[in-house]
């Protein structure tokens, strides 16, 4: 069996380095053109044991990947996360097919960054999907799921490293699966369906006024680090909150949420929520760079402000 792989993210480099390893198996592999420090961890990779890498672009997807498939013969393409949909053309070359890893539970969560909003609905668990892929994104038949718990301290970068291990056994197990052809399809759930597009840039920043405590948490875990954190204001002034923890300061009645409750050396930097208890900023991100909580009065913050 020969395989070419298709990887655009470190969610899939664990199983990379695994595949790899085993000798002859890997014959080719390819990128996109957004250039990132995993692109150059990929050629490093791929170098070390003399397997083709290739970069594509969106604006010649189709071509190039033809001539790709053509040139290198791989039987079965996994692919481990692609910015760009697979035309349909190419999709039937390999007499395997594409073969998808899709970091969270289908049909339930469809699109490009389920990871977000996981982690941002507050769910207890997520799961790493391995299906056939077809003309359309993320609706091709299962071949096995793996559920995996999403704790509620759980950051975006610590769910990718969870994710990624587990990308890695599923990747032992269709193998398996492919040498035996033991692998079932079954078709995806319509009743179950969700799609999640890309967050947009109002989705990254706290709205005190509706947020909870709770809520406030898991919209920073799931924007750290790929945001370095989620956004709020002060005066104007635009800043990331990149960690948090549940405070147990007590908020005063009719306290406005976002308020400053208390901004010092002994308690930090508190701040008021919708849901009248109060969250400690731990640490905050902004040109200037990282501080904790309590050194924002260096920025002109102060107990009773608001922040927007």
């Known amino acids: 069996m020969k395989i070419a792989i298709l990887c655009n993210d470190r969610l899939g480099l664990p199983a990379m380095q695994y595949l790899l390893q085993q000798q002859q198996l890997v014959v080719a592999v390819g990128t996109s053109d957004r250039v990132s ?103 091709g038949d299962i071949l096995f799921t793996k559920e995996v718990p999403i704790y509620p301290e759980a950051s975006f970068g610590m769910l990718i490293a969870q994710l990624a291990y587990v990308g890695l056994e599923l990747t032992t ?23 999640y597009s890309q967050p947009e840039t109002r989705d990254l920043f706290i709205d005190w006024k509706t947020m909870t405590s709770l809520d406030v948490r898991a919209l920073v875990k799931a924007c750290n680090p790929w945001q370095k954190g989620a956004r709020t204001s002060n005066k104007g002034w635009v800043f990331g909150i990149t960690d948090v923890s549940l405070s147990f300061v007590p908020v005063e009645p009719n306290t406005h949420p976002g308020t400053v ?48």
């Not at 692919?79 to 289908?106: C, D, E, Q, R």
């Not at 197990?173 to 799609?195: C, E």
């Not at 849901?275 to 040109?287: F, H, P």
């Open 261 to 308: 409750i208390a901004l010092d050396a002994s308690n930090g930097l508190i701040i008021a929520c919708a849901d009248g208890k109060s969250i400690k900023i731990e640490v905050i991100y902004c040109e200037e760079g990282y501080f904790s909580g309590q050194k924002m009065t260096q920025f002109g913050l102060r107990k009773g402000e608001k922040l927007e």
């Open 173 to 195: 197990t269709l193998l398996q699966g492919l040498v035996d052809k033991t692998l079932a399809p079954k078709k995806q759930i319509g009743s179950q369906v969700k799609w």
């Open 37 to 139: 420090e995993t692109t150059l961890l990929l050629e490093k990779q791929c170098d070390s044991v003399l397997v083709p890498f290739q970069v594509f672009a969106k604006n010649n997807l189709e071509t190039t990947l033809t001539a790709w498939l053509k040139l290198h013969q791989p039987d079965v393409v996994f692919v481990k996360t692609f910015p760009w949909k697979i035309p349909a053309t190419v999709l039937s070359i390999p007499t395997g097919g594409f073969i998808n890893f899709h970091y969270a539970p289908l049909p339930a969560f469809r699109g490009s960054n389920p990871l977000f909003w996981m982690i941002r609905n507050r769910e207890s668990s997520g799961a790493v999907t391995v299906h056939q892929m077809d003309e359309h994104l993320d609706t």
